[in-house]
């Protein structure tokens, strides 16, 4: 069975543009998380989409944006990129909103801002 | 973002030593779980603790969720050079769904050269 796959596996943008991050989770799994993770850093939450609504949001300004498709899969997507907004994106997909042993993450989408 | 405060940053380890790992938070939290990251992957659980003073085994790796529910350590014994990676902590809230976990910065496990 494919896990959780993300395109792109890395992309180059430069300030000010705007990226479109794609992951499709687990055959089954209704939840999907998004995280950033900046070089030498853990993972932080961004957001986190259930049965195609939001259900939460990290602290991250309006810039980031997500959504769900009725099969699941789900799209981030960053405007006016920054600098800063260089960092690898990972998805995760879970069956259910809450359970915390089930979170499997992808790969993650590499990201270079110049 | 609110991060877990995770000792030691790095370390290097011989085949065979045994390796402890711990993390610290402010916060209290309901769920203690552990991560291990690979170059160019996502992070992989090891790990899941749900209940305070629980002490839980995996092969070689033994996690404790504190009594406080504040901290949690890992421990390795016998490390293999397959243990090199990156190990993070991450703790869920109460109320808290199974996205919304809060990571530690990571050890990083490498081999002495």
């Known amino acids: 069975d494919a896990g959780v796959t993300q395109s792109p596996t890395h992309l180059i943008k430069t300030r000010g543009q705007h990226v479109t991050l794609r992951c499709s989770p687990i055959s089954g799994h209704k939840s999907v998380s998004w995280y950033q993770q900046v070089l030498g850093q853990g993972p932080q939450f961004i957001f986190q989409?259930?049965?195609?609504?939001?259900?939460g949001r990290g602290n991250f300004p309006d810039r980031f944006s997500a959504r769900q498709f009725p099969n699941y899969s789900s799209e981030l997507n960053v405007n006016a990129l920054l600098l800063g907004d260089s960092a690898l994106y990972l998805c995760?997909?879970?069956?259910?909103?809450?359970?915390?042993?089930?979170?499997?993450f992808g790969a993650g989408s590499r990201l270079t801002v110049l | 973002g609110q991060q877990l405060n995770q000792s030691p940053q790095s370390m290097f380890i011989q085949e065979g030593e045994d390796v402890s790992m711990n993390c610290t938070s402010s916060s209290i939290f309901n769920t203690w779980l552990w991560y291990k990251q690979d170059p160019g992957e996502g992070p992989v659980l090891l790990i899941a603790?749900?209940?305070?003073?629980e002490l839980t085994s995996n092969g070689r790796l033994t996690a404790q969720f504190g009594i406080t529910r504040k901290d949690s350590f890992l421990n390795i014994s016998a490390s293999i050079p397959s243990d090199v990676g990156i190990y993070f902590c991450a703790g869920l809230n109460y109320g808290g769904s199974q996205g919304n976990l809060i990571f530690g910065k990571g050890t990083k496990l490498s081999v002495k050269p």
């Open positions: 989409y259930y049965e195609k609504e939001e259900r």
């Open positions: 995760a997909s879970s069956l259910r909103l809450a359970g915390a042993n089930v979170l499997t």
């Open positions: 603790l749900y209940k305070a003073g």
